[in-house]
């Protein structure tokens, strides 16, 4: 071990998550894994990252999405989205119409949905990687224990930890 500063803590502390049981801690591994997969492969295949597919994916579903609209829908920031909408926008694969105040609604164009079906195959394939050797039944399963723990958190919101 390198020589540490003398003011740094060297050994474990005695109070901490345990990294192999910790649930959240799981959760975020395997989101993050599942993330850089896919965006390596976006990025290599069409110039896009992960933010840029979720948008295009969502307008897939719920066309005319407003920015704040897709932020909700997506659970990320309004910036995230933006700046999604920025890029899809300049390369012609977004569409947008004013609506009230200064909101805009997006759509995809002819192109964005072509490039929808082309990078479809590339998060479905992510999904069969993570749900292979689950039976139809534990994958229901799992995603009903998945949506009620997220109804949980939004429930509870930014509520301060229990001192």
């Given amino acids: 071990m390198p020589d540490a500063p003398a003011d740094a803590v060297t050994t474990p502390l005695p109070r901490t998550l345990p990294s192999d049981a910790f649930t959240p801690r799981l959760l975020a591994l395997v989101s993050n894994a599942l993330v850089y997969r896919e965006s390596s492969l976006l990025k290599a295949e069409f110039g896009l990252g992960t933010n840029d597919w979720r948008v295009v994916a969502s307008l897939a579903v719920r066309p005319g999405m407003t920015g704040a609209e897709l ?52 998060s479905a394939a992510g999904q069969d990687v993570v749900l292979e050797g689950l039976s139809p039944e534990e994958v229901e399963h799992l995603n009903e224990v998945l949506r009620g723990m997220l109804a949980k958190l939004r429930a509870a919101g930014p509520r301060p930890h229990p001192s």
């Fill in 71 to 122: 932020s909700e829908y997506l659970g990320t920031h309004e910036a995230l989205v933006s700046r999604s909408n920025r890029v899809l926008s300049e390369r012609g694969l977004i569409t947008s119409s004013a609506g009230p105040g200064r909101s805009r609604h997006h759509y995809l164009t002819d192109e964005g949905a072509r490039l929808h079906d082309l990078m479809l195959p590339i």
